[in-house]
């Protein structure tokens, strides 16, 4: 009596979740109107619907951005300049997205795949665009460019390089220009008696002497893996011969049996005992503070990193060099480690006509001179130097200039499997726990899955 | 509702396991069992079990076991007058969001400058990398958890507690059972149900852990502190291989389902 009581109320409620939860339902498809004002105001997605209507109406043409620098001042720079095109351009109206880093990688895989694709958003250069390029989402820029010389010549050609296939699409504009650079602290040199190093040995000596002065040579903070794979990215370059490397890096045809990777490991384990202690517990900010507040000799850090620096310690007087020579490598030691970050078009938008005038104003030299005056990031539009006295940006941009080749960032330029592997395994190398050429036996592995799991998929 | 917000993405996700495909791809290709294969064969499996099962007992033996305890505590004679404070006490870091616990804790653990370091070398005790040491990285967030969610636990028996008639505790009181055996033949039995519940929770949670991981080391060092939940959350989103994250969501259901069974079918609830 009792259980067939609770049955029925049991059946009730039951039956009572059902028909409320499908009034819900109801009541939302039969909704008269929604508040689109409240949509844009509030920085959500506009629908793919209302951009087909505006497109064919000719009303004013909402282009979805998306970026990766929401840290300050680079975002109110770019939401700046995106207002003030606005204001240019009343029929163009920007819808705004940002994410850091880490979160953007994973946020733009999601949404370059769905209707609400950003008809521009940021891109690294290398395999992590080409998975897009493979799938046919991004927009090919070279008749843009073939129809627009003048655009061509107002932009530096080698950096243009990075954001070409081998087939020769151009498929992004850089957006700030980047490389990696030993950044040493000058008192620190001068009160120690110290030359800049040009081969590795000398770096070593160096290293040894700021050991023995009591100051951490190297600052280093390798808790986000990524952090190592800019010094493992470097040593590839000078110790595995070019032709070799680029084969190893396209994810159909990596092997990594060449024994420049074992020794490009040897090499960094050879740093290691002049690093920050325990360096897979600092986080990489973390690292580039120690070196600002001048407790360390030596970081290895990006271009981009100058403005940061300044920020935490305006008074710090420090100087720059390319990764020292190690005689007898096999590599290519005229690499400079970097290359320029941009933006691409999605090949969905409805308005690549637009996407495209608007990146020759943004990525052009009139902003760009802003830009690097404002932010300390240059981009890839020609004289954008004009004005500005900070020596120690001019002299990283020099670099950058006069070099002979950029290499890749190694964490972009490989597969994502592959890279995950690197990545970790050199975690492991960093902690003393595995040795080079047990690095290389995973990383082997890992390459010769990913030759069979590149495309497959894919729509091609 | 049910059907279509639960069944049907789980079902959706089991069919998935068996394809390769990607969140920006429109194509899938059908690959069998390989995803499986591959899931089960790699280095990184046994780790993320071993984790898993670690946090599990760990978080049985503390969150459960000394949040039982400390909930005893708080409803026995002992914390008549600062009842409220205590539960309170307790309870306040299960408030706290486990991204900003998770940082808070990246600077305690932090080897150079952090709080644990600092205070060792005033000792003049040997320091250690803690969350940057592949041995003590997945203790180092365990013990995290255990700071955080304790009080939860400890809070949901302080309910079960509550709803004991007092009358079974004087009438035990008057027979002359102590405190020690009032908890055990009168407070567990009689809260049985809810601490089930909390075990239930406490496992499920340990299985589908996540967020902890993903805001201290996001698995590292190398592979140390990798887990099932931020393993599927990679394959997904960093690796573009949805096929591998069904797997291991497929892995997590299967071990959840099957150890709340074996749970239910041992402290045999809803019999009484």
Same mark, same amino acid.
């Given at each position: 009596?009792?259980?067939?009581?609770?049955?029925?109320?049991?059946?009730?409620?039951?039956?009572?979740?059902?028909?409320?939860?499908?009034?819900?339902? !109801?009541?939302?498809?039969?909704?008269p109107?929604?508040?689109?004002?409240?949509?844009?105001?509030? !920085?959500?997605?506009?629908?793919?619907?209302?951009?087909?209507?505006?497109?064919?109406?000719?009303?004013?043409?909402?282009?979805?951005f998306?970026?990766?620098?929401?840290?300050?001042?680079?975002?109110?720079?770019?939401?700046?300049?995106?207002?003030?095109?606005?204001?240019?351009?009343?029929d163009?109206?920007?819808?705004?997205?940002?994410?850091?880093?880490?979160?953007?990688?994973?946020?733009?895989?999601?949404?370059?795949?769905?209707?609400?694709?950003?008809?521009?958003?940021?891109?690294?250069?290398?395999?992590f665009?080409?998975?897009?390029?493979?799938?046919?989402?991004?927009?090919?820029?070279?008749?843009?460019?073939?129809?627009?010389?003048?655009?061509?010549?107002?932009?530096?050609?080698?950096?243009?390089?990075?954001?070409?296939?081998?087939? !020769?699409?151009?498929?992004?504009?850089?957006?700030?220009?980047?490389?990696?650079?030993?950044?040493?602290?000058?008192?620190?040199?001068?009160?120690?008696?110290?030359?800049?190093?040009?081969?590795?040995?000398?770096?070593?000596?160096?290293?040894?002497?700021?050991?023995?002065?009591?100051?951490?040579?190297?600052?280093?903070?390798?808790?986000?893996?990524?952090?190592?794979?800019?010094?493992?990215?470097?040593?590839?370059?000078?110790?595995v011969?070019?032709?070799?490397?680029?084969?190893?890096?396209?994810?159909?045809?990596g092997?990594?049996?060449?024994?420049?990777?074992?020794?490009?490991?040897?090499?960094?384990?050879?740093?290691?005992?002049?690093?920050?202690?325990?360096?897979?517990?600092?986080?990489?900010?973390?690292?580039?503070?120690?070196?600002?507040?001048?407790n360390?000799?030596?970081?290895?850090?990006?271009?981009?990193?100058?403005?940061?620096?300044?920020?935490e310690?305006?008074?710090?007087?420090? !100087?720059?060099?390319?990764?020292?020579?190690?005689?007898?490598?096999?590599?290519?030691?005229?690499?400079?480690?970097?290359?320029?970050?941009?933006?691409?078009?999605?090949?969905?938008?409805?308005?690549?006509?637009?996407?495209?005038?608007?990146?020759?104003?943004?990525?052009?030299?009139?902003?760009?001179?802003?830009?690097?005056?404002?932010?300390?990031w240059?981009?890839?539009?020609?004289?954008?130097?004009?004005?500005?006295?900070?020596?120690?940006?001019?002299?990283?941009?020099?670099?950058?200039?006069?070099?002979?080749?950029?290499?890749?960032?190694?964490?972009?330029?490989?597969?994502?499997?592959?890279?995950?592997?690197?990545?970790?395994?050199?975690?492991?190398?960093?902690?003393?726990?595995?040795?080079?050429?047990k690095?290389?036996?995973?990383?082997?592995?890992?390459?010769?899955?990913?030759?069979?799991?590149?495309?497959?998929g894919?729509?091609? | 509702?049910?059907?279509?917000?639960?069944?049907?993405?789980?079902?959706?996700?089991?069919?998935?396991?068996?394809?390769?495909?990607?969140?920006?791809?429109?194509?899938?290709?059908?690959?069998?069992?390989?995803?499986?294969?591959?899931?089960?064969?790699?280095?990184?499996?046994?780790?993320?079990?071993?984790?898993?099962?670690?946090?599990?007992?760990i978080?049985?033996?503390?969150?459960?076991?000394?949040?039982?305890?400390?909930?005893?505590?708080?409803?026995?004679?002992?914390?008549?007058?600062?009842?409220?404070?205590?539960?309170n006490?307790?309870?306040? $870091?299960?408030?706290?969001?486990?991204?900003?616990?998770?940082?808070?804790?990246?600077?305690?653990?932090? $080897?150079?400058?952090?709080?644990?370091?600092?205070?060792?070398?005033?000792?003049?005790?040997?320091?250690?990398?803690?969350?940057?040491?592949?041995?003590?990285?997945?203790?180092?967030?365990?013990?995290?958890?255990q700071?955080?969610?304790?009080?939860?636990?400890?809070?949901?028996?302080?309910?079960?507690?509550?709803?004991?008639?007092?009358?079974?505790?004087?009438?035990?009181?008057?027979?002359?059972?102590? $405190?020690?055996?009032?908890?055990?033949?009168i407070?567990? $039995?009689?809260?049985?149900?809810?601490?089930?519940?909390?075990?239930?929770?406490?496992?499920?949670?340990?299985?589908?852990?996540?967020?902890?991981?993903?805001?201290?080391?996001?698995?590292?060092?190398?592979?140390?502190?990798?887990?099932?939940?931020?393993?599927?959350?990679?394959?997904?989103?960093?690796?573009?291989?949805?096929?591998?994250?069904?797997?291991?969501?497929?892995?997590?259901?299967?071990?959840?389902?099957?150890?709340?069974?074996?749970?239910?079918?041992?402290?045999?609830?809803?019999?009484?």
């Open positions: 009596m009792k259980k067939s009581y609770l049955r029925r109320a049991l059946v009730f409620i039951l039956a009572g979740t059902m028909a409320l939860s499908l009034m819900g339902c !109801g009541g939302e498809k039969e909704s109107s929604r508040d689109t004002s409240k949509e844009a105001t509030s !920085g959500e997605k506009t629908s793919n619907e209302e951009t087909k209507k505006e497109a064919t109406t000719g009303e004013q043409k909402v282009i979805k998306m970026h990766r620098f929401p840290d300050e001042p680079y975002n109110s720079f770019i939401e700046g300049k995106l207002h003030e095109y606005e204001a240019s351009h009343p163009i109206k920007f819808k705004i997205t940002s994410a850091q880093n880490q979160e953007y990688k994973e946020k733009i895989k999601v949404v370059v795949g769905g209707e609400d694709t950003p008809d521009i958003f940021f891109s690294w250069v290398g395999d665009t080409y998975r897009f390029i493979r799938e046919n989402l991004i927009l090919d820029l070279t008749p843009y460019f073939e129809a627009d010389p003048e655009w061509k010549d107002s932009l530096i050609e080698s950096q243009m390089k990075q954001y070409t296939t081998e087939d !020769g699409m151009i498929y992004g504009v850089p957006f700030r220009l980047d490389c990696k650079l030993f950044f040493y602290n000058a008192d620190i040199f001068e009160q120690n008696d110290l030359k800049v190093p040009t081969t590795f040995d000398e770096l070593i000596d160096v290293c040894e002497k700021l050991k023995a002065a009591g100051i951490t040579p190297i600052s280093f903070g390798n808790m986000e893996p990524w952090s190592a794979s800019h010094y493992i990215g470097t040593l590839n370059q000078i110790c011969p070019d032709d070799v490397r680029e084969k190893d890096y396209k994810p159909t045809s092997e990594f049996t060449h024994p420049g990777y074992v020794e490009a490991l040897e090499y960094y384990q050879k740093l290691l005992p002049y690093m920050t202690e325990n360096p897979n517990g600092v986080k990489p900010d973390m690292g580039r503070t120690t070196f600002a507040m001048g360390a000799g030596m970081y290895y850090a990006e271009l981009i990193e100058i403005p940061y620096i300044k920020m310690n305006p008074d710090m007087k420090f !100087g720059m060099f390319k990764f020292p020579e190690i005689v007898g490598a096999e590599g290519n030691q005229d690499i400079l480690t970097g290359v320029p970050e941009g933006f691409v078009v999605s090949s969905k938008t409805k308005y690549p006509d637009e996407c495209v005038e608007f990146l020759k104003w943004f990525l052009g030299k009139e902003v760009g001179t802003e830009q690097c005056q404002e932010i300390g240059f981009n890839a539009a020609k004289g954008t130097t004009e004005g500005l006295t900070d020596q120690a940006l001019l002299d990283g941009y020099n670099v950058i200039m006069e070099s002979k080749a950029m290499g890749a960032w190694l964490d972009n330029a490989l597969y994502s499997t592959v890279v995950d592997e690197y990545l970790t395994a050199v975690s492991d190398l960093t902690n003393g726990d595995i040795t080079p050429k690095v290389m036996a995973r990383i082997q592995k890992k390459a010769v899955e990913a030759q069979t799991l590149v495309g497959a894919s729509t091609k | 509702m049910v059907l279509v917000f639960v069944y049907i993405p789980v079902i959706f996700n089991f069919v998935y396991s068996f394809f390769r495909l990607s969140s920006y791809s429109a194509g899938k290709t059908f690959v069998g069992f390989d995803n499986y294969r591959r899931f089960f064969s790699d280095d990184i499996f046994p780790i993320m079990l071993k984790n898993n099962f670690l946090y599990c007992i978080s049985l033996i503390v969150q459960v076991g000394f949040g039982t305890i400390v909930a005893l505590l708080l409803e026995s004679k002992l914390a008549v007058k600062f009842k409220n404070v205590y539960r006490i307790y309870y306040l $870091p299960a408030l706290i969001s486990i991204t900003a616990v998770g940082l808070m804790f990246t600077f305690i653990y932090e $080897p150079n400058m952090g709080f644990i370091n600092s205070v060792l070398k005033v000792f003049d005790l040997p320091t250690r990398s803690w969350l940057g040491d592949s041995k003590l990285a997945i203790y180092c967030i365990i013990a995290m958890s700071w955080q969610f304790t009080g939860y636990i400890t809070l949901l028996m302080v309910v079960a507690f509550q709803n004991i008639s007092t009358d079974y505790i004087e009438a035990a009181e008057i027979d002359g059972a102590g $405190p020690i055996r009032r908890a055990l033949n407070q567990l $039995p009689l809260a049985k149900e809810q601490l089930l519940v909390c075990i239930i929770i406490t496992v499920i949670g340990a299985f589908k852990l996540y967020t902890e991981v993903y805001a201290t080391t996001s698995g590292g060092p190398g592979n140390s502190s990798q887990v099932l939940g931020l393993y599927l959350y990679q394959q997904a989103f960093l690796h573009d291989d949805l096929g591998m994250a069904a797997v291991a969501g497929v892995f997590i259901f299967a071990i959840t389902v099957v150890l709340s069974i074996i749970q239910i079918k041992i402290t045999g609830s809803g019999k009484d």
